[in-house]
């Protein structure tokens, strides 16, 4: 049962534009929602988070939003940069427990 | 500041054998979470640990276990290993287990079974 879902396996971007990832979820009870970039073998990086008493959180290039009643978050990177070329995941965990249930993950290309 | 620390990288093992995973969580991070990683399941969680005790469990058999030390450092361990195994195994900690801190990832132990 996915809970969390990205149904856009890749996304291809120009350098200096907008990019954004979407994420569904279906679970009511998450309150906690996180972003995550990961490069070929390597670990998930944190990138951004959002509680869900916001609807927006912003961090430099990286905003995500809430829109609770749709159960919908996204990314937007603004600019676009070629490094952005990676695998992006967003997760969620629910009631104050650090079990966090992960997207497929959107495969990011930001071409020069 | 170290992140999180995870060994080996990679290991290969056969269908029967058991495998210890190691991770050293960022430190000052308490909690300790474990996920597997695979082409067709994406990530799944395993486990958490905190203060030692396992708070939380995924949905995988008795055969995948952990435990957690005194430092913080965690080891998960898998018996009777089977072909399904095969995965990336991520480790990740965070300050505390109350689910409103973000956890930060080692990169992972490629565990392979022949």
């Known amino acids: 049962d996915q809970q969390v879902k990205q149904n856009s396996p890749s996304l291809s971007v120009q350098e200096g534009r907008i990019s954004i990832l979407n994420c569904d979820y279906t679970n009511s009870m998450f309150d906690y929602f996180l972003w995550y970039k990961k490069y070929p073998a390597e670990g998930p990086t944190f990138l951004i988070s959002?509680?869900?008493?916001?609807d927006k959180n912003e961090d430099g290039r990286f905003t995500v939003f809430l829109n609770k009643s749709a159960k919908h978050l996204s990314l937007h990177i603004v600019p676009s940069q070629p490094g952005d070329s990676a695998v992006y995941f967003c997760a969620a965990s629910a009631n104050n427990f650090n079990k966090f249930y992960f997207g497929s993950g959107t495969k990011l290309n930001v071409k020069p | 500041k170290a992140g999180v620390t995870q060994t080996p990288r990679y290991l290969i093992k056969t269908r029967g054998q058991q495998v210890t995973l190691s991770c050293s969580p960022i430190?000052?991070?308490?909690?300790v979470s474990w996920y597997q990683q695979t082409p067709g399941q994406g990530l799944q969680f395993l486990f958490e640990?905190?203060?030692?005790?396992?708070?939380n469990k995924g949905n995988f058999p008795g055969r995948f276990s952990g435990r957690q030390f005194s430092n913080s450092r965690s080891e998960m361990n898998v018996s009777t290993l089977e072909l399904g195994d095969s995965a990336l195994y991520l480790c990740?900690?965070?300050?505390?287990?109350?689910?409103?801190?973000?956890?930060?990832f080692g990169d992972g132990t490629r565990l392979s079974i022949l």
């Open positions: 959002i509680s869900s008493i916001k």
């Open positions: 990740a900690s965070s300050l505390d287990p109350t689910g409103t801190q973000p956890q930060h």
């Open positions: 640990y905190f203060s030692e005790t396992q708070r």
């Open positions: 430190s000052g991070h308490r909690s």
